[in-house]
């Protein structure tokens, strides 16, 4: 997926990780409110713990306030409950990335085809050029009854 679909991504410890702000951001929304939907979602337990980090940050007041590191599925899995058209767009394309996904293999299986049958065609044809500078070999005749 390119940006264009994807909030504020950033690299920590070798994890792709994007923040609720830059969620609400990207989405148009209040901080408040994907804070809501994050405390809302209804993940297990385990998916919550590997995909959501509740971390801490200054407001531009000096305070302290609570949001969430998530990982990219976390940050799927939030976004698919969004609506509006910034949400639906992400939808589709994040539902287009997965078909071409799928659609790969079959790309290449075609096109591995498609090689070897233009290899076997030269095969053949350079079979029938030796053929053609041999001298015919009688073939005897069958009898019919």
């Given at each position: 997926?390119?940006?264009?679909?994807?909030?504020?991504?950033?690299?920590?410890?070798?994890?792709?990780?994007?923040?609720?702000?830059?969620?609400?951001?990207?989405?148009?929304?209040?901080?408040?409110?994907?804070?809501?939907?994050?405390?809302?979602?209804?993940?297990?337990?385990?998916?919550?713990?590997?995909?959501?980090?509740?971390?801490?940050y200054l407001?531009?007041?000096?305070?302290?306030?609570?949001?969430?590191?998530?990982?990219?599925?976390?940050?799927?899995?939030?976004?698919?409950?969004?609506?509006?058209?910034?949400?639906?767009?992400?939808?589709?394309?994040?539902?287009?990335?997965?078909?071409?996904?799928?659609?790969?293999?079959?790309?290449?299986?075609?096109?591995?085809?498609?090689?070897?049958?233009?290899?076997?065609?030269?095969?053949?044809?350079?079979?029938?050029?030796?053929?053609?500078?041999?001298?015919?070999r009688k073939?005897?005749?069958?009898?019919?009854?």
């Open positions: 997926m390119n940006n264009e679909i994807l909030p504020l991504v950033e690299t920590k410890m070798g994890r792709a990780i994007t923040n609720s702000r830059a969620v609400a951001d990207y989405f148009k929304k209040r901080h408040a409110d994907v804070l809501r939907a994050i405390d809302g979602l209804d993940c297990s337990t385990e998916f919550n713990e590997r995909n959501f980090t509740s971390v801490k407001d531009g007041k000096g305070e302290e306030r609570r949001s969430f590191d998530m990982t990219r599925d976390g940050w799927v899995f939030l976004a698919m409950g969004f609506t509006g058209p910034r949400a639906a767009a992400f939808k589709e394309a994040y539902i287009a990335r997965f078909n071409a996904m799928e659609e790969e293999p079959r790309r290449q299986h075609r096109t591995a085809f498609f090689v070897n049958e233009e290899q076997g065609l030269r095969l053949a044809a350079d079979e029938a050029e030796k053929r053609a500078g041999e001298p015919q073939r005897p005749r069958c009898a019919l009854p």
